[in-house]
């Protein structure tokens, strides 16, 4: 079974093709084959911002013979970097400080993703886009940790929503992470007490095992390699890989010489109930980027139909998202959300399925902004559900 991406728009194909590991004269035939068809560059450089691989892409043409680029593309993509390296450099500052503190006071933070990432992937945080910093704590060590935010100048957003008792129980019955704000230095900072999307959860026993990366000359806690692969493979399907720098991350795992030990990361999915995420993860990175599978478990991912059924239908989104992105329209808006979801049942099992559909009929922030309700009258927000979606959907066209 194979992928067909000629499908995709030319500046989609070349992204891939710059980003894939095909040795350099086959990556320097396909690219130079899609350069002569035509390329919208304001198109392309939309689409390496928004999948946040730009950091990637300007490193690669810049060690690509010739010139093959517009020259105004390359000084964007090079502002672009510049700008990103000093907010990676910002969040790794930021991050260091909120260790040292919530260790001082006795907590064990983990970081997750972000530049610890970065630097163990990349070698060097510039090379992947700066977002939020993303903090693991104990769920019992959670309201101390959001003390210690609030003193470091954080505050929860949302807070507007006027949480009574019933809604933060709620709120961490249901959900991963809060999200907080620094408003002078304008970062951003999820802080997790469990590493669990839409009751697929892997549980805190891995996350218990850890690895230091070196920060501005402070060693940092993350997840071990494997145990974080999953993660990011559990992260990435659960948000149905609307960037592609997060099936980046993968290509870089499986790179030759990465040091993963493939086959305790297969028999770990599987005890989790992710081995089918894990599976069709790393089919789409070896079919987009053409980077080889494991050699221990090639074999066995190759032959599994299901996860082959997965992945395309991941592709699906992929061609849907792209069109609905070139141009918004309302029914390629619905087409690409009705594609994201059946991609995201795909995958899950049994009850877990269940849960997917309920979480849909759940209230969302947006809806506890809209209208305050006390903790007696709190089951309107279902009743209220469906028209707060409608009014969304409405406003959003």
């Known amino acids: 079974m194979k992928f067909n991406i000629d499908k995709f728009t030319p500046e989609f194909?070349?992204?891939?093709?710059?980003?894939?590991?095909?040795?350099?004269?086959?990556?320097?035939?396909?690219?130079?084959?899609?350069?002569?068809?035509?390329i919208d560059w304001d198109f392309f450089l939309q689409l390496v911002n928004r999948h946040g691989v730009?950091?990637?892409?300007?490193?690669?043409l810049n060690s690509l013979p010739g010139e093959i680029v517009p020259e105004a593309v390359m000084l964007t993509l090079q502002k672009q970097c510049h700008n990103n390296a000093a907010r990676a450099m910002k969040n790794a500052g930021e991050l260091v400080r909120i260790v040292r503190i919530m260790e001082e006071n006795g907590i064990k933070v983990i970081a997750l993703k972000g530049q610890t990432l970065a630097q163990r992937l990349y070698g060097n945080i510039a090379l992947r886009t700066a977002g939020d910093i993303d903090l693991l704590v104990a769920a019992?060590?959670?309201?101390?940790?959001?003390?210690?935010?609030?003193?470091?100048?954080?505050h929860e957003e949302y807070a507007e929503q006027r949480m009574t008792a019933r809604r933060r129980n709620i709120h961490f019955e249901t959900m991963?992470?809060?999200?907080?704000?620094?408003?002078?230095?304008?970062?951003?900072?999820?802080?997790?007490?469990?590493?669990?999307?839409?009751?697929?959860e892997l549980p805190l026993s891995e996350a218990a095992k850890l690895q230091e990366v070196k920060?501005?000359?402070?060693?940092?806690?993350?997840?071990?390699?494997?145990?974080?692969?999953?993660?990011?493979a559990l992260h990435g399907s659960m948000?149905?890989?609307?960037?592609?720098?997060?099936?980046?991350?993968?290509?870089?795992?499986?790179?030759?010489?990465?040091?993963?030990?493939w086959e305790r990361v297969a028999v770990l999915a599987e005890q989790l109930g992710i081995g089918t995420i894990f599976r069709h993860t790393l089919l789409l990175a070896n079919c987009l980027f053409f980077v080889p599978l494991p050699a221990n478990l090639s074999a066995t991912i190759k032959n599994d139909r299901n996860a082959w059924k997965i992945a395309n239908r991941a592709l699906l989104f992929f061609m849907a998202s792209e069109r609905k992105f070139a141009k918004p329209t309302y029914w390629r808006k619905i087409s690409c959300s009705l594609k994201n979801k059946y991609y995201n049942l795909s995958f899950?099992?049994?009850?877990?399925?269940?849960?997917?559909?309920?979480?849909h009929l759940r209230p969302i922030n947006s809806d506890l902004q809209l209208v305050f309700f006390s903790d007696r009258w709190y089951f309107l927000y279902y009743l209220l559900r469906p028209f707060t979606w409608l009014r969304r959907s409405v406003m959003r066209q």
Request: aromatic content about 12%.
């Open 13 to 38: 194909q070349l992204m891939l093709a710059l980003l894939s590991v095909d040795t350099t004269a086959i990556k320097m035939a396909r690219i130079n084959k899609l350069i002569s068809e035509h």
């Open 54 to 60: 730009y950091p990637q892409i300007y490193e690669l």
């Open 140 to 154: 019992e060590e959670l309201a101390k940790a959001e003390e210690i935010l609030v003193s470091c100048g954080y």
């Open 176 to 200: 991963h992470h809060s999200n907080f704000l620094h408003d002078e230095r304008q970062i951003h900072v999820e802080l997790h007490w469990r590493l669990c999307y839409s009751g697929l």
């Open 215 to 232: 920060l501005t000359g402070c060693a940092v806690a993350t997840l071990a390699d494997e145990p974080g692969l999953l993660f990011l």
């Open 239 to 261: 948000h149905s890989w609307l960037r592609l720098r997060w099936l980046y991350d993968i290509v870089m795992f499986m790179k030759p010489n990465s040091g993963i030990d």
């Open 348 to 359: 899950r099992t049994g009850w877990n399925k269940v849960e997917y559909l309920f979480m």
